[in-house]
């Protein structure tokens, strides 16, 4: 491969202007929109050597054809076209969206005559003002049940409303007294709209003034002994604190304010938008992105407030967007925010208090969405299947590896090396099979690789085993169609020397690179990549996922245990300050090295006490 493109346009030819720049196929197809505040320094970032590139930049690149670039007057300019043209022609090779459509949304239809209040999955009401979203549906209609209690809109059908109109008589809610009864003019419409108007300033934020208006009036009732009115008022305020239970105030009063928890890995990332106004989180949305070139944090970011505020109304913008970090043109989108919404917007990063560990939440739930979002991929039945196929057709295996072990090793700082051996079957975890190793005497990560499968593959080798109680075959007697071994050219080649020695050439191999989880094969100098997308990718980063956790698991457990074991030998140690001492020195070898002036820095161990423990661990 030429390592220099053919439609390279000369240094001189491109422009250090601001703007916005197109990668297009050799049919015209743009694949990929990006934008720079220097065309001429961000372009030669792509015309790099590309032995240099990330790899899913350098396949962009050589896929690519042609690049064209738009100049325009500011960096504000390239931001609204950037998001534009990325609206437009939905490039593959830009990050891809996917929101999470189940969430239910409490809507009123202010365009209508009589408002209503209606739960929906379908944010696309013409006139609508959405709430939410929120986590399950039983939620929204436990929400819409107190509100009406001291907001009484609408809740009927349109067919019921027109209905009543045309009788006079009040529609069912109206009869019970679940509604103000504008269909049978109990409530004049503009006494109802009044009405929706405070309902919609209450879920806006605006709780404390009513609060104080309902608390004032109960208070007014009962002075004047209008006792019945007192207990109305009571009951509404009760009504607005159980609605106000269920959406803690986590900021102050005054808070509005969006806040973006950001999970990712290599492939995909979830995002967390926590929507905050009058200091509650009024709703959450969840969204799913799949990033097909290599792309940092910063720029991530970027593309997420584009896309969320890209078609929001300016009552939708809020006084300050919180983002895990800043992105390099984060002023740039602080000026096109403030013309969106006609009045000043700050993004900034969540550094300290309240709003800090609420991003610290934001965070958490994306990292779980995250993990959700994988696991439901490697568990549908359709994806599982083509995962298997595709890592066939990539791996040129004579058939599908419908048994897969994967192996890692673990160690601290070279001391405690533990590997772990997880198996899938047709796509899914066998957790009843996998197994741990100790390392006793190792030299490096390949070494121990080496040895943990040379003891695995010797059992292949022994004579037909006999079943075990129950009928089930003893660990170890089901050989694998395929080894994948975290790691790459290094760890791939001592698992094939382990293969050669045991006399297992059948067994198919393969290794995952976590820099740019490319896949190794032995004996190759390029390795296979996977597109971002495949299904086979995120099989065998979910297989090195499991594999690494499991050897963490073991190696924490053992660590703490052998502490444990020595530890209980000293007089004085209890399971406390055990534990005092794992948590700081995190294990044996490590504590030994330590002196006894470092062991006694620690909360309620003295000096005799530490001494004590380092003079045992000498005599060991």
């Known amino acids: ?46 015309f790099a050597p590309l032995h240099t590139l990330h790899e899913r930049t350098r396949r962009m690149v050589t896929t690519a054809a042609s690049v064209e670039w738009t100049v325009v007057g500011s960096d504000v300019e390239a931001l609204q ?40 999955r379908n944010h696309r009401i013409s006139g609508a003002k959405y709430f939410g979203p929120y986590p399950k549906v039983w939620a929204v209609h436990d929400t819409i049940d107190l509100m009406i209690k001291v907001f009484p809109i609408r809740t009927c059908s349109d067919a019921s ?115 905050v106004r009058g200091g509650r989180v009024r709703g959450v949305r969840a969204t799913t992105v799949d990033k097909e070139i290599d792309i940092s944090g910063a720029d991530l970011v970027d593309q997420v407030l584009q896309r969320t505020y890209g078609d929001a109304a300016a009552a939708d913008i809020p006084k300050q967007v919180l983002v895990p970090q800043l992105p390099d043109d984060a002023a740039e989108l602080e000026q096109w ?17 309240r709003k800090a560990e609420l991003m610290k939440t934001a965070t958490l739930n994306a990292q779980q969405a995250l993990m959700l979002h994988k696991t439901r991929r490697s568990s549908d039945y359709v994806a599982r299947t083509q995962a298997l196929t595709d890592l066939q057709e990539a791996l040129d295996l004579a058939e599908a ?6 192996y890692d090793v673990s160690h601290l700082s070279g001391t405690n090396v533990v590997a772990s051996m997880v198996v899938f079957e047709d796509g899914l975890p066998r957790k009843d099979q996998y197994r741990s190793f100790s390392v006793p005497e190792t030299t490096d990560d390949t070494d121990s690789l080496f040895q943990v499968l040379t003891r695995r593959l010797a059992y292949l080798d022994r004579p037909e085993p006999q079943s075990e109680e ?33 006399g297992h050439p059948e067994i198919a191999l393969c290794g995952i690179a976590k820099r740019l989880e490319e896949i190794w094969l032995p004996d190759q100098d390029y390795p296979v990549i996977l597109p971002r997308t495949s299904e086979a990718l995120y099989l065998v980063q979910r297989l090195r996922d499991e594999a690494h956790r499991f050897a963490i698991t073991h190696q924490r457990r053992r660590r703490g245990r052998d502490i444990t074991t020595v530890l209980t030998e000293v007089p004085g140690l209890g399971e406390a300050r055990i534990k005092a001492l794992l948590r700081r020195f ?16 620690l909360p309620g161990i003295g000096p005799k006490l530490a001494t004590a423990v380092h003079e045992h661990l000498a005599a060991r």
Not at 92 to 106: E, G, H, I
Not at 401 to 406: K, T, V
Not at 471 to 499: E, H, I, N, S, T
Request: with cysteine; proline share 6%.
């Open 161 to 275: 409303y027109k209905k009543a109109m045309a009788t006079g008589r009040p529609c069912f809610p109206g009869q019970i007294g679940r509604c103000g009864g504008p269909c049978s003019m109990t409530v004049t419409i503009a006494e109802h709209r009044a009405i929706v108007d405070d309902f919609v300033a209450f879920m806006s934020g605006g709780d404390q003034r009513f609060t104080r208006e309902l608390t004032a009036r109960m208070n007014d009732a009962a002075a004047a002994m209008e006792y019945e009115a007192a207990a109305a008022y009571r009951d509404k305020l009760a009504a607005i604190d159980a609605v106000l239970t269920r959406s803690a105030l986590v900021l102050p009063g005054d808070t509005d304010a969006d806040l973006f928890g950001i999970a990712e890995d290599e492939l995909a990332a979830a995002v967390q938008h926590f929507v």
């Open 586 to 601: 995190g294990s044996v070898a490590a504590l030994r090295k330590a002196s006894a002036a470092e062991i006694a820095e």
């Open 470 to 502: 129950g009928g089930k075959r003893p660990r170890f007697a089901y050989p694998p169609q395929l080894l994948v071994v975290d790691g790459g050219q290094p760890q791939v080649a001592a698992a094939a020397r382990a293969l050669a020695g045991a």
């Open 1 to 46: 491969m030429a390592d220099v493109l053919p439609y390279r346009p000369k240094a001189g030819e491109i422009p250090t202007s601001p703007g916005v720049y197109r990668f297009r196929d050799a049919d015209g197809r743009i694949l990929y929109v990006g934008k720079a505040k220097n065309l001429r320094a961000r372009l030669s970032n792509y």
């Open 81 to 120: 076209l950037e998001y534009m043209w990325i609206q437009e022609f939905t490039p593959p090779f830009n990050v891809r969206y996917k929101d999470d459509k189940s969430y239910p949304y409490l809507a009123i239809t202010l365009a209508d005559e009589a408002p209503r209040v209606i739960v929906t």
């Open 401 to 406: 590896p419908l048994r897969i072990e994967c």
């Open 337 to 353: 925010l403030r013309e969106k919404r006609g009045r000043s917007v700050s993004v900034q990063v969540a550094q300290r208090g």
